[in-house]
């Protein structure tokens, strides 16, 4: 690891970078700086495409939000989520786009309001076409800054992604996206619930690849399905009995109150699948109404955990 100390603000911010990389921890937010550095001569010559600003409120149903595993440990929750958008494209060349967005949602929650939570943040995306026409397949990359505040204290935190995708369109009523995703969040270093373990419980990193197929039934009627695999750190949480029973397998633990007084989160490995489809029916030109349901399944050691996610949203682009 570099210990060198520079005054010049720039040299030190790149010293930090250079840091980073050697000792195997280069984050999303590294990558989205450089990223945003090496664009930013491009985009001051680009041409301005239009602006970008959409708004949707979703409500949906869980009934795992805790990824418990027995079922007498399960707490359900209504969640009301807003998200609000607003940003613009940047044409770089014929088949290249950028796109820098400032984002903002919220997570509201019926039963539980202490995991109540607001997410503000950045996002940028270049997207490269492959050719000419309206069925040539094309590349992505994405990467994005968020600061999670919570009701909760312990739950406050700094997110970040960066993500590869790739798609095309088979048909005029078919199209496929293939994405993965690394995500990293940085979370406090809370005091431990078992001698020897961390307490950093929500600092956390997983990668996620999915698989995405659209199928255009009508011309208002959109037919979303796919699958999503997860290998990394998930939060579950259970009766602080459970602590010496999964003393092995456990990261990070703290004890959390949130739920009750007797609870305890942990941090765990774990292999998640997801299975998921949505149908989108389209208003107009601007809005759509769409149902979504969502299967998750997950495997930590011998632990298994189930979630069904039920949701409705409203979306409206300007």
């Not at 210990?3 to 990389?21: G, L």
């Not at 109540?116 to 026409?133: A, E, F, H, P, R």
């Not at 005029?172 to 950093?200: C, F, H, T």
């Not at 999964?246 to 998640?272: C, G, M, P, Q, W």
């Amino acid at each position: 690891m570099l210990k060198t100390k520079v005054v010049n603000p720039v040299i030190n911010k790149i010293v930090e970078i250079v840091d980073h990389a050697f000792s195997g921890a280069l984050t999303a937010f590294s990558l989205l700086t450089v990223l945003g550095v090496l664009l930013t001569p491009c985009m001051a010559g680009a041409e301005w495409a239009e602006w970008i600003i959409d708004a949707n409120v979703t409500g949906m149903h869980r009934d795992n939000i805790n990824w418990a595993y027995g079922p007498g440990e399960k707490y359900r929750d209504y969640i009301l989520n807003p998200h609000f958008s607003v940003g613009r494209y940047y044409q770089l060349a014929e088949n290249t786009r950028a796109a820098l967005t400032v984002n903002a949602q919220g997570e509201f929650y019926k039963v539980y309001p202490r995991l109540n939570c607001v997410t503000t943040g950045t996002s940028l995306s270049i997207t490269q076409k492959l050719g000419y026409g309206a069925r040539v397949p094309w590349l992505g990359l994405e990467g994005t800054i968020d600061y999670l505040d919570s009701s909760d204290d312990n739950r406050k935190s700094w997110l970040s992604t960066i993500a590869f995708s790739a798609g095309e369109r088979f048909s005029e009523r078919v199209d496929a996206v293939l994405r993965y995703a690394y995500s990293y969040r940085n979370g406090k270093d809370l005091p431990s619930a078992q001698p020897g373990a961390s307490g950093k419980v929500f600092n956390m990193e997983s990668h996620k690849v999915s698989v995405n197929v659209n199928t255009l039934i009508t011309q208002k009627l959109l037919l979303s399905t796919g699958y999503a695999f997860r290998y990394g750190d998930i939060n579950s949480t259970m009766d602080e009995d459970y602590i010496p029973f999964k003393k092995s397998h456990t990261e990070a633990v703290i004890i959390d109150n949130v739920y009750n007084d007797t609870d305890a989160t942990f941090k765990l490995r774990a292999n998640v699948n997801e299975i998921f489809v949505n149908a989108g029916y389209a208003l107009g030109d601007h809005s759509s109404i769409n149902l979504g349901y969502t299967w998750v399944n997950g495997h930590s050691y011998n632990w298994i955990y189930h979630e069904n996610v039920l949701q409705a949203s409203f979306m409206y682009s300007f």
